[in-house]
């Protein structure tokens, strides 16, 4: 029997006879012994090893760090590395990561350390670094609830590229979301400096891009690119090298911008700016193809989608002018009886390309926030009389129906009487929220539908969770202690989590943005649900 089995049964048997007694008192003095383990570091006692960072020495011990870190262990226990019989050893970090050392190397002895925006992304590669895995979730779960403060601070674009690199996906996922579906966050001078060219290749891939349109990206690219021009002014290049880099990012970035989505008069302006002057022959090729779809010369740009990135050209982002939808805001949420219905109504143009413009698409968009009720009722068809239960869905859902389609009927015989034109388009829900006070989309539903006669109405459920949205307000979680009190995993008193859907002062306002864009048979949607 090993030694921690003998202790087992031991205290086992100890656990018995005192139980019999009724004298026995478990006693947690864990937070002494804690104190006992901080004053070690506080007051540099009994140190057996010295970590040099950037010039500045700290006292440390050998048992603590190989506790804490298994690259430590390795490094001051395995004789193949010539640290473990050193007695002062040069770490290399960054200046940024250097300057937080101290607070990291603390969190050895004491388990606390205090992260904000700025600096829980050099602590974090200090955690990776040196493989200190319960840091490492302690940082990631610090961004993944302050993703909005992130980006209003301008430290957004450097998580997302970090995560991404060092294979954190799940933040890197919600970094990458935030961006797509809030462009105009990451459209600060330091953001576009923070942005590499590979990050800005694979957002302007993105089909769900949420933007104005598609001649405000095209700023945002020019002005990334005149952040590009700055840095290359900086460098030791030659002016034949620095023209020749430039060349190449023009051609690299500008190939994933949608020029078919722009109108002709869009079109026209940006034969003036000196980007295309300077760039002619390229710019020139893009514009006649955008051209051509807009003039419904459809045959001219065939060539162009034999490749997937050509097909991309002629697919639509997710435009948010009034021309391609609306915003769905229901105000007093919390008065709103169950099975409310709000409906709203807009019309959009019934192509991206500038022809057949003079007859609109005419939609209606049901919301029912609070559940689905089907009342009790009958069917009547040609077999006879149905009964059809009453029925009630806890779920949020979302109705639209092209009016524009024509009511499908049958004839006597009961075929289709009436089937009226097709509507293609790809339908976007925008969900707004709150993180941290901070307002945005934090959700985005896609589906692809074809309309007629036969197929009026789409109903799409789950945009938001029905029980999440309807849950009463200020409850504390789970994970939380009562207001006031101390959270487990917090140092300060915790508050009761805000509702994450509803927005406005008093928290009763729920906002949804409809985007519904055409889409033809050439238009490549991947794999929308």
Known sequence: MSYAEDLSTASS????????????????????????????????????????????????????????????????????????????IVLQETPIAASVFPHFLKYFYTGQIKISHQTVLPVLSLADKYNVKDLVTLCLEYMSEHIAQAAKRGYLISWMQYTMACGHDDVAKACQNFVKWNVEWVWSDGELAELEGDSLLLLLQQSDLVLHNEMSLYHFVVRWLDKQRERL???????????????????AVFSHVRFPMMCPNQLAKLLLCPLTQ???????????????????QYERISEVQQTEAGRLLFTPRLYTEDTWGGVLAVDNFHSLPCYHTRTFIFSTRPSMADVAQDKLIEWTVDLYPKGVWFRKSMMIVWAGTYDVPEAVLRTVRLSITC?????????????????????????????????????????????????????????????LDFDELNTPLYSPAAAHTKQGSRCPKCTDACEAPEPKHLLGKHRDQLRIQVVIMPLTDYCHVGALP
């Open 13 to 88: 048997s100890q656990k018995t006879k005192d139980e019999g007694a009724d004298e026995s008192l478990e006693v947690d003095n864990s937070k002494s012994v804690l104190l006992k383990i901080a004053t070690l570091y506080a007051e540099q006692l009994m140190s057996d090893l010295t970590l040099e960072v950037a010039g500045v020495g700290y006292p440390a011990h050998r048992l603590i760090l190989c506790a804490s870190s298994e690259v430590f262990q390795i490094m001051l226990m395995n004789r193949e590395w010539s640290e473990w019989r050193e007695s002062r």
């Open 233 to 251: 002014n900086t460098s030791d290049l030659s002016e034949a090298e620095k023209k020749s880099h430039l060349d190449s990012l023009v051609v």
């Open 278 to 296: 300077e760039h002619k022959e390229f710019f020139m090729d893009r514009m006649a193809i955008a051209m051509s779809y807009q003039s419904g």
């Open 403 to 463: 009016q524009t389609c024509p009511q499908y009927s049958v004839n006597w015989l009961g075929e289709p009487d009436t089937l009226g034109p097709e509507v293609r388009v790809k339908i976007g829900i925008l969900v707004w929220g709150v993180q941290k006070g901070v307002e945005h989309v934090v959700s985005v539903v896609e589906r692809v539908h074809r309309f007629s006669g036969q197929s009026r109405v789409l109903n799409i459920d789950g945009a």
